[in-house]
């Protein structure tokens, strides 16, 4: 009995632990300077159709100092690498130094797929965030919405609450979600260090959120 007892206080004690610095993490975000040198090292979540012409809007807007860009895609995703190769290689016309890897990881929820099976999907995407993110150590990771970008949040925040590394998490909201939060926004905004959003009506309805107007 005496060992069962110290098992759970064990358990309950490190939960304790883990939402303590959960909350640290979350709360100290905003105030953190990321880069070494002036370089930020920055993760970019691509994701089919859409998602991926916005967030390469988004990174236009970036300066050279955002390096080294790494780009995750989905598996299933056979779009994305071709505008990303085109989008990087007119930025190397006025950045000789540009760095850029794309990688790719299992798609959280396909088109239509049930919520069941959307659980089971994506902690299969986690097992392959976390390694992932844990050997490229980014500075921030940058997402619009695909399903894809939760493990790798996840696997930044972990990051965080091991004392590792910080990483900041940028939330940019679609244009499309004028009154609503998409599934994906809600699920990262608790957690985000800056969540951006491009209609007025939705900075109303989440005071958290950041309205600059239309950003993509």
């Known amino acids: 009995m005496a060992v069962l007892l110290g098992a759970v206080f064990a358990v309950v004690f490190i939960c304790l632990l883990f939402f303590i610095r959960l909350y640290i993490v979350v709360k100290t975000g905003a ?33 050279a100092a955002y390096t080294p860009r790494h780009y995750v895609i989905a598996d299933t995703d056979r779009m994305s690498e071709e505008k990303i190769c085109t989008f990087e290689n007119s930025k190397q016309c006025s950045d000789s130094e540009s760095q850029f890897t794309i990688h790719r990881i299992p798609r959280s929820r396909e088109v239509h797929q049930s919520w069941n099976s ?35 949040c996840v696997a930044g925040l972990l990051l965080g609450i091991l004392g590792m590394k910080k990483v900041l998490l940028v939330y940019v909201e679609s244009i499309c979600r004028v009154q609503t939060l998409s599934l994906t926004g809600k699920i990262l905004y608790p957690i985000s260090d800056y969540f951006f ?12 959120s950041i309205f600059l107007g239309r950003i993509v």
């Open 31 to 63: 105030k953190y300077k990321p880069g070494n040198k002036g370089q930020i090292a920055v993760l970019v979540v691509a994701g089919s159709g859409g998602h991926t012409t916005e967030v390469l809007r988004l990174m236009e807007c970036l300066s």
């Open 197 to 208: 959003v491009q209609w007025s009506s939705l900075r109303d309805r989440y005071p958290k």
């Open 118 to 152: 959307s659980v089971v999907s994506t902690l299969n995407a986690l097992r392959y965030s976390l390694p992932l993110v844990f050997r490229l150590r980014p500075d921030m990771v940058l997402c619009n919405g695909p399903g894809t970008c939760i493990p790798l």
